[in-house]
């Protein structure tokens, strides 16, 4: 039997389950707060153009208004400044393989439950990888902290001082860029920083990081609580939106279980 | 003295609600100057330039001497009842619905005997007051109050019928963002206001009103965003057949003109605030308003919209957004047209610049929330269809009635540059 042959068999037996890592698009659902004067991050909205009706009589179809950054997104190198000169940075030129690839899953909800700015440290994760091994160049690292349950204001959490929420730290994320070599970093909060991650050195560190190395972002993912610490695969295509910076998406992981 | 209106007691499910109807809507073309007057609370008749007769009801000519100078003032709207009588039907429908109604002669101050309708406080032989209200139709028609205020002479069913008097009305303030929206719902729960329902976009976030409109009785803070069309209906298919007054204070604000801005990024978000929030708001609760004009004490009367006075003629430094505020007021000029028949009125508040975060660069005076919220409180007591908030609207008013191109020209002085 070949490759393939088997996989689509051990789906269709169970032996690999599908985990979908994705929210509903919904006009409520939080997108990223920037300071007013700033430009913002369009809402998904959804307008009918016709339902059966005497707009158009046997069908039913809507216009969809989004950002390439609501909702389940992906981020692309070309999405942040330092990131601005990778080669093939944009969602359009991305190589196909990187979005099909391994996954490991840090869990850190335990700790997100007990402080809404839990850091991502280099000793977590160094900690993560005595119990669990290296993590293997190439490999989607998630951080799993629960945060897709909160719904509501819960979720941004914002507070007169910013939104509260947790995201890994300067030297955490360089530590998975420059010892480990990912692929990308995913998060179930609303971006791949902390929300208080305007306040590091540099600001946002994810994603001055992430993009400016060439690596990918993933953000308001769900679902993470179902996945092995490793052993994942996740399928993980943006649209292709000619020089698109980002774009919403439908994450997919397959288990073996 | 009138009776205090009570509180109408809960619907029969089984009865017809009743059908709107309304009064003769005919007028001469003379006759509409003084429905602009009522429009906006201004007692005003025709005075001949030549003979300086005051004369009523508006004609082409001066009654008096033939001359066709007649210029439209305000005039004292004082006078003494002299006859008045009970009608206790009628062929028309309206007032057949309505009656008993009292009518009586009034001999004006200023001259003129006019036959209007009559307050039920006033007493034959006495010193009246004359406003003049738009009807059911939106035209003009005269009412005799007594001069001295009773304290229910609002409830008084024929003076009832020409405002759009909150009490015991059911009220849906469209943005709980706003700062104006807790001294709006304050104001219209200490005029009697039965519910104020407050519309809020994306919960998910805090807002500084959330903690003030909390605290009020009778205020129910529902989900509402107007750029979005699914929550728009949502909230129509639960309180729509009980809202009976409707204020869009739905607003969004950036300074800046064309070039000022590099995209059209904020223009998007205003039209689709102030505009397109508008029009989906209309086609939501618009048509079972428009049922509802009729059905008694709790009957929809009115939809509020709040916009800039700068709708009437651009201001550069706020260039997109006084753009989309002109679009707005001409939807609602259509709206008026699309909700006429129904008699539910269409109330645009002009308001100068407010005080707020975008307008902190502009030099005072500027729009307070209470003024904002006196001003509507006016207007619904006074069914008028423009009102204008604060000292810069109605300066920008009265230049753009004297001449909205020497306006315009003032609006886009240049500056020199080195
Ligand atoms: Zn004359």
Redesign the interface.
């Known amino acids: 039997m070949s490759t393939l042959h088997s996989l689509a068999t051990d789906i269709a037996l169970g032996n690999v389950k599908i985990i979908d890592l994705t929210h509903t698009l919904d006009?409520?659902f939080?997108v990223i707060?920037l300071p007013?004067?700033f430009?913002?991050c369009a809402?998904f909205?959804?307008?009918?153009i016709s339902a059966y009706d005497h707009r158009g009589p046997a069908w039913k179809w809507h216009n969809l208004t989004l950002s390439e950054h609501t909702g389940t997104h992906f981020d692309a190198p070309s999405h942040w400044i330092s990131g601005r000169d990778v080669p093939n940075g944009s969602v359009d030129e991305i190589p196909l393989d990187a979005f099909v690839g391994p996954v490991v899953v840090i869990d850190c909800s335990e700790g997100a439950a007990q402080n809404d700015d839990l850091e991502l440290t280099v000793e977590a994760i160094e900690n993560w990888e005595a119990e669990h091994g290296k993590i293997p160049t190439g490999t989607w690292v998630l951080m799993r902290t629960d945060w897709s349950k909160r719904?509501?204001?819960a979720?941004?959490n914002?507070?007169k001082d910013g939104p509260h929420s947790p995201g890994p730290n300067p030297e955490a994320i360089q530590f998975l860029i420059n010892e480990r070599n990912i692929r990308g970093f995913g998060t179930e909060t609303v971006g791949t920083d902390a929300g208080q991650g305007a306040h590091y050195v540099p600001p946002y560190p994810a994603h001055y990081f992430l993009h400016g190395a060439g690596k990918y972002g993933l953000q308001c993912l769900a679902n993470l609580d179902q996945l092995p610490p490793t052993g994942a695969i996740l399928l993980a295509a943006p649209l292709k939106i000619k020089n698109g910076t980002g774009s919403p998406l439908r994450v997919l992981a397959m288990i073996e279980g | 003295m009138t009776e205090p209106l009570t509180f109408p007691p809960k619907k029969d499910p089984q009865k017809r609600s009743a059908t709107p109807t309304r009064p003769p809507e005919a007028r001469s073309r003379a006759s509409l100057a003084l429905t602009a007057a009522a429009a906006e609370g201004r007692f005003a008749l025709q005075v001949c330039d030549e003979c300086q007769i005051v004369q009523y009801p508006p004609r082409d000519a001066c009654m008096n001497c033939i001359g066709t100078d007649l210029r439209w003032n305000d005039v004292s709207p004082k006078g003494h009842l002299l006859a008045e009588t009970t009608v206790q039907t009628s062929t028309k429908l309206f007032f057949r619905e309505r009656a008993p109604w009292r009518m009586g002669s009034v001999k004006l101050d200023v001259g003129p005997l006019i036959l209007c309708h009559i307050h039920g406080d006033c007493t034959r032989d006495s010193a009246v007051k004359v406003l003049n209200r738009l009807d059911k139709s939106g035209q003009a028609v005269l009412i005799a109050i007594p001069l001295e205020r009773s304290d229910h002479m609002d409830d008084d069913p024929q003076l009832r019928a020409l405002s759009a008097h909150p009490k015991h009305r059911r009220i849906l303030i469209t943005d709980a963002w706003n700062p104006n929206t807790p001294a709006l719902a304050r104001a219209l729960l200490d005029a009697g206001a039965a519910t104020v329902f407050v519309g809020e976009a994306e919960s998910w976030r805090p807002h500084p009103n959330r903690d003030a409109l909390a605290s009020m009785a009778n205020v129910e803070v529902l989900p509402l965003d107007v750029t979005d069309t699914s929550s728009v209906q949502k909230l129509a298919g639960e309180i729509g057949g009980k809202t009976d007054i409707l204020i869009n204070n739905a607003r969004f604000l950036r300074p800046g003109g064309v070039l000022s801005r590099g995209d059209t990024g904020f223009a998007r978000d205003e039209m689709e605030v102030n505009y397109l929030g508008l029009m989906r708001l209309a086609q939501a609760f618009g048509p079972g308003m428009c049922a509802r004009t009729a059905d008694g004490v709790n009957s929809a009367a009115a939809w509020v919209n709040i916009l800039s006075a700068y709708a009437l003629s651009n201001t550069p430094e706020y260039g997109c957004y006084s753009a989309s505020n002109a679009a707005t007021y001409s939807l609602s000029q259509s709206l008026r047209g699309e909700f006429r028949s129904s008699g539910l009125r269409v109330m645009n508040v002009f308001v100068g610049p407010t005080e707020d975060d975008w307008h902190a660069p502009l030099p005072p005076p500027k729009v307070l929330p209470q003024s904002v919220a006196r001003s509507v409180l006016d207007g619904l007591n006074d069914g008028l269809e423009d009102v204008w908030c604060g000292d810069i609207a109605k300066d920008i008013r009265d230049r753009w009635r004297k001449n909205a191109k020497v306006l315009e020209r003032e609006m886009t002085f240049g500056s020199d540059g080195a």
Request: charged fraction near 35%.
């Open positions: 006009p409520d939080p707060i007013p004067e430009g913002q809402r909205r959804m307008e009918e719904s509501g204001a979720y941004l914002m507070r």
